[in-house]
Every structure is written in structure tokens, then in C-alpha cells.
């Protein structure tokens, strides 16, 4: 089981950039790959990049491909989403979770770990 705490967000004006952090504790980060969801209230949490455990190879939902970056840091436990470019149907809180070995990448089936979310709120 690996434990997550992401951190990073807030209130930026469209056009804007943040990045977001997600800190995580266990012994297994670094063989798992990791992933980003958001979520608006009344739907669903929506994919928005992975990671493989390496770092090697990421993929993004077509909502964000080319203005977000997702990395990762093994020797801090960390993976990081580089937002740029911002608009406000970009606004959700925002989860890292931890790929699970079943289930879909691009469906919330396919993480067993998350974190409590963190906030992000663009401005018109």
C-alpha cells in the first residue's frame, strides 16, 4: 500500500501554470506506475496523465495533452503534474493514485491508492 499527499494547488488566472505535487510513503512507489485524475462535483474523476514506475513513457487524456507534464522523482517519492496553459474547465481537484495490477489506466478501476485531492481553480 502506498500512501499519498498531494499538494500545489490554488487560484491562477487562465493562461497561468502550477504544479502539483504528490508525496508518497511505502515501500512500493517506485515500482508502480502513477497517475492523475481530476474531478468536478457532480461527475466523474477524469484521467488525466500516467506515469510508468521509471518515468520512461507518459500518456495524457487529449483535455490536457500538450499544456500538462507528468514526472516523477523515485529517489524523493514524489511524482509532480506540471500544468501550463491553463482554462477554467481546468478547474477540479485534482488526485494522484497508484496504478493498481488490474483495471483500465484511463479509469479509476486501475489505481487501489489515492490521495485527498488538492484544489485547483482557474479564472476567467
Known amino acids: 500500500q502506498v500512501q499519498l499527499v498531494e499538494s500545489g494547488g490554488g487560484l491562477v488566472q487562465a493562461g497561468g501554470s502550477l504544479r502539483l505535487s504528490c508525496a508518497a510513503s511505502?515501500?512500493?512507489?517506485?515500482?508502480?506506475?502513477m497517475g492523475w485524475f481530476r474531478q468536478v462535483p457532480g461527475k466523474e474523476r477524469e484521467f488525466v496523465a500516467i506515469i510508468t514506475s521509471t518515468g520512461s513513457t507518459a500518456y495524457y487524456s487529449d483535455a490536457v495533452w500538450g499544456r500538462y507534464t507528468i514526472s516523477r522523482d523515485n529517489a524523493k517519492n514524489t511524482v509532480y503534474l506540471q500544468m501550463s496553459s491553463l482554462k477554467p474547465e481546468d478547474t477540479a481537484t485534482y488526485y494522484c493514485?497508484?496504478?493498481?495490477?488490474?483495471?483500465?489506466?484511463?479509469?479509476?478501476?486501475?489505481?487501489?491508492?489515492w490521495g485527498q485531492g488538492t484544489q485547483v481553480t482557474v479564472s476567467s
Open positions: 511505502g515501500r512500493t512507489f517506485s515500482g508502480r506506475a
Open positions: 493514485a497508484a496504478r493498481s495490477m488490474y483495471g483500465s489506466f484511463d479509469q479509476t478501476n486501475g489505481y487501489d491508492d
